[in-house]
């Protein structure tokens, strides 16, 4: 654990930083900055942008938010893995309904899924990064069909946290997912589930070819009681039993293991962006944390084990695995400054 000798880990310290890029004055200017775009953007197609949509807290407030704040016409996609919380799968009914916005449903393989998964788990000790990396493919790919210029989706730092070396989401990229699982996939495969070659995704990037990313939530925060709030308001309900991300049946098995195998969850990590917001104190914080049983097995682990024909003593394998273990290009010093250098071109080209 990083801490200082203030007794205060990276985040809280990333945290204080930052503090003064969220006064009253930059909120108004972001805001700005997000409604220039969405100016620029309209009419440019049938649709003015893509959003990733599960049904989920932030994709459902983006949603509304770019409908009936920011005047867009989004298409909007959904990912079904073969995991969907039933509730979720009614919230993307409900709102897509509610707002008036065309949806496409991408059903991939629940074969291959299940494969991809169970290789990812027995190899690399986490079973996301399949998903997770087919929601971005699909994301790019939609967007080439359909003649769209932004994909507009976001993970909030105020209500989603992403643990750098817990969390794989901050980890996985296309190398890594070669590494554990290229031999799964022939070519057509990669095709599909996988984002194209570096070089090949910056240059289309760079020259307008392929969609711009915006994390929409950099520039409007709102706190997760607002998210709630506004959400309920137009038919969205949190899915039952959901720990972090509701919109998947399997999120109390990924809070389980990362608990067996770090001691910490993505839960104790929104807990602790709750206390640095100011939305909950410290000692609510601790008593929800106190509260929630991530050392037990979940109810829906002996589902997830049949699912991807795992044993026990599989399991037990698993979590002695360790995903940074195998190699990325993610980190790379290299790697992120041509990252900032597209990213640097992309703000260029949507200010313009």
């Not at 049946?249 to 969850?265: A, G, N, Q, S």
């Not at 003593?313 to 360790?322: E, I, R, V």
Request: hydrophobic share 35%; charged share 25%; net charge positive.
């Amino acid at each position: 654990m990083d801490v200082d000798e203030h007794g205060r880990c990276r985040y809280c310290r990333e945290a204080k930083k930052s503090n003064g890029s969220h006064t009253a004055t930059h909120a108004k200017r972001a805001q700005d900055g997000l409604r220039a775009i969405a100016e620029r953007l309209k009419g440019k197609g049938k649709y003015d942008c893509l959003v990733p949509f599960s049904g989920g807290k932030e994709s459902s407030y983006i949603l509304w938010m770019l409908v009936s704040q920011y005047g867009l016409r989004p298409l909007a996609f959904n990912m079904s893995n073969g995991f969907q919380h039933p509730d979720a799968v009614r919230n993307i009914e409900t709102i897509v309904d509610r707002l008036g916005v065309d949806l496409v449903v991408c059903r991939p393989s629940q074969v291959m899924v299940r494969k991809l998964m169970r290789a990812f788990l027995l190899k690399a000790g986490e079973f996301c990064t399949p998903c997770n990396m087919l929601i971005s493919a699909t994301g790019f790919r939609l967007a080439r069909q359909h003649g769209i210029r932004v994909i507009m989706s976001g993970n909030a730092a105020r209500t989603n946290p992403g643990l750098d070396g817990v969390s794989s989401a901050t980890y996985y990229d296309r190398v890594y997912y070669l590494n554990v699982a290229g031999e799964i996939l022939s070519r057509a495969d990669r095709d599909y589930y996988l984002n194209p070659g570096y070089v090949r995704t910056a240059v289309r990037r760079m020259v307008g070819a392929d969609a711009h990313v915006m994390n929409v939530l950099d520039y409007v925060q709102p706190s997760l009681e607002e998210m709630h709030r506004t959400l309920e308001s137009i038919g969205w309900t949190r899915p039952a039993g959901a720990i972090q991300h509701g919109d998947c049946i399997l999120d109390p098995v990924k809070e389980y293991l990362y608990y067996r195998k770090w001691h910490c969850t993505e839960v104790t990590a929104l807990y602790s962006v709750l206390v640095r917001n100011g939305e909950i104190t410290r000692e609510e914080a601790l008593q929800r944390a106190m509260g929630e049983e991530h050392s037990k097995p979940p109810a829906v682990l002996p589902h997830f084990m049949s699912s991807l024909d795992i044993t026990e003593s599989d399991l037990d394998d698993a979590m002695q695995k360790d995903f940074r273990s195998i190699q990325n290009i993610r980190n790379s010093l290299m790697f992120r400054y041509a990252k900032r250098a597209v990213r640097a071109v992309e703000r260029i080209r949507m200010h313009n």
